[in-house]
Each structure stands twice: as structure tokens, then as C-alpha cells.
């Protein structure tokens, strides 16, 4: 009870001083002038503050609001190396996270796009993009590898070597220290399995090696129509630059064959009846 009794007191002492200061504030205001702009700090003269609340950052993955339901945005083209390796590690840094952003805000907005079944605008932003931070990988790795040489003398990159996956197809794995064994490792037994056997995969790797050979061949019978074109729509033509232009064509039987034959007009001195 008596703490009460202190709280209500408590509280009606500060009632009075509040009071009290708004009746010297208003007696103050009335006895003097009211202050010009000349007194009002510069920095707020400026406009350099906003009494709007900060955007939310998960605004950030969405589009400007003045792009929103526009069919064409104009965009720039994607980053080339020789503009990126004349920037610092630094300004590489920055901008590798302005690319991520600027994909994550991307593939938010096709998807939703995608969920109202509209058309998402420019969709070749994302292929920009990527390119864009494909590009800065390189530069990077190639800074990473020029020190590596200059400091050890190697390229620094973990190293490669080809082994058989399931199916026996070569591929490249790359190594890496563990701290099991490989013949303790279970789970690396089990999700890398370097070895392949089998009926089913010997025709498997049969009929690829079939449909590799049958491309093969098809390229080359594809060229080697491409110089017999030449010599029946140019009879004159260089024989070298062809030779040149295309190394794996036998140029010479080409030559020789019948659909490299040009027609001609026959002649008087040909020998034959006008």
C-alpha cells in the first residue's frame, strides 16, 4: 500500500513539472522573436536527410517498382575480360556481389513471372549476368595462378586427373586431401566408384563409341562436300587456300572426283558437233 501511495505522488510530481516548463515555454515564445531561417543549421537546409523509412532489404530482390510490368527494359551488355583485369582486387570483390544481387533479383522475378504465367521482360539479363561473373571467375583465377607461379613456381589449382566413372566414360576428377583413408571411406567408396563392368555397360560403351565414330564421319563427309562445291562453282580457285582452309580434306582426290566437275560450254576445238 505504501508503495502505491509513493508511485501516485511519484507521478503527480512530474505532472507538475511538465507543466510547469510548458508555461515557461510559452511565456518565453511570447516575449521574444520568432527566429528566422538563419538560425536553423545549414545541413538541414540541404535536403540531405529523408523522413521516409529505409526500404526493406528484402526489397532488394525484386525490380525498381518503375520496371514492373514493362514488356522491354533497357539493359547493357555483359562484362568483358579486358575491361575486368584492368580493375583492382577490390573493385573485383565489389562487384562480384553487385552481379549476385543483381541475379538473385533476376531469378526472383521470372519466377515470379512464371507464377502469374506472364512474359518476364528481357530474359537474356540472366544469361548477362552469368557471363558477367564467368568472366570475373577467369580474371581471378588467372591473378591467383600468376602469383602461385611467380611465389612457388606451380599453378596453384588443385589438381586433376582423368579416372572411369560407372559407366566407363573418362572424365576429370579432382583431388583433394581427406582425413580417412580411401579404404576406410565408405561414403567415398560409395558416391565415387572409379571401376565399370558389365554386359550392359560394354553395349552402352559400344553403341557410343558407334554414334561418336557415325559423327565423326558425317563432319568429315560434310566437308569433303564443301570442297568438291568449291571446285565445281570455282574451277579457278586457289588450290592452296583450300588446302589450308581445310587440312583434313584430301584436296587432290577431291579434285579428281566426278561431282567436282564443272559444266562447260563445248567448243569448236573440242572436236564435237555444233
Known amino acids: 500500500m505504501a508503495a502505491l501511495v509513493k508511485a501516485v505522488r511519484l507521478s503527480g510530481a512530474v505532472k507538475n513539472v511538465s507543466m510547469f516548463f510548458n508555461n515557461c515555454s510559452v511565456s518565453v515564445l511570447s516575449n521574444t522573436v520568432i527566429p528566422t531561417t538563419s538560425f536553423i543549421p545549414s545541413i538541414c537546409l540541404q535536403n540531405s536527410y529523408s523522413t521516409k523509412p529505409p526500404p ?4 532488394e530482390f525484386f525490380d525498381d517498382p518503375k520496371n514492373w510490368g514493362q514488356k522491354n527494359v533497357k539493359v547493357g551488355r555483359s562484362w568483358k575480360l579486358d575491361e575486368l583485369r584492368i580493375k583492382s582486387n577490390e573493385d573485383l570483390h565489389k562487384l562480384w556481389y553487385i552481379l549476385l544481387k543483381e541475379r538473385n533479383m533476376l531469378m526472383t522475378m521470372e519466377h515470379a513471372h512464371a507464377q502469374e504465367w506472364e512474359l518476364f521482360p ?27 607461379y611467380l611465389e612457388t613456381g606451380v599453378h596453384g589449382e588443385r589438381p586433376v586427373k582423368t579416372v572411369n566413372d560407372e559407366l566407363g566414360l573418362r572424365r576429370w576428377y579432382q583431388l583433394r586431401q581427406h582425413a ?80 567436282s566437275a564443272s559444266h562447260y560450254v563445248p567448243l569448236e576445238s573440242d572436236g564435237l558437233p555444233q
Open 180 to 259: 580417412i583413408p580411401k579404404w576406410l571411406n565408405s561414403s567415398y567408396r560409395n558416391k565415387y566408384k572409379f571401376s565399370y563392368g558389365g554386359y550392359a555397360v560394354a553395349k552402352f560403351l559400344r553403341k557410343f563409341r558407334e554414334k561418336i565414330w557415325i559423327c565423326k564421319r558425317r563432319e568429315r563427309n560434310h566437308r569433303r562436300a564443301i570442297v568438291r562445291k568449291i571446285f565445281r562453282r570455282f574451277p579457278n580457285v586457289d588450290v592452296e587456300a583450300v588446302r589450308e582452309q581445310y587440312p583434313d580434306v584430301d584436296v587432290d582426290k577431291a579434285m579428281k572426283c566426278r561431282r
Open 56 to 59: 526493406h532489404p528484402l526489397m
Open 122 to 148: 528481357n530474359p537474356e539479363r540472366v544469361d548477362k549476368v552469368e557471363d558477367s561473373m564467368e568472366n570475373l571467375e577467369r580474371v581471378v583465377r588467372e591473378r591467383n595462378q600468376a602469383y602461385h
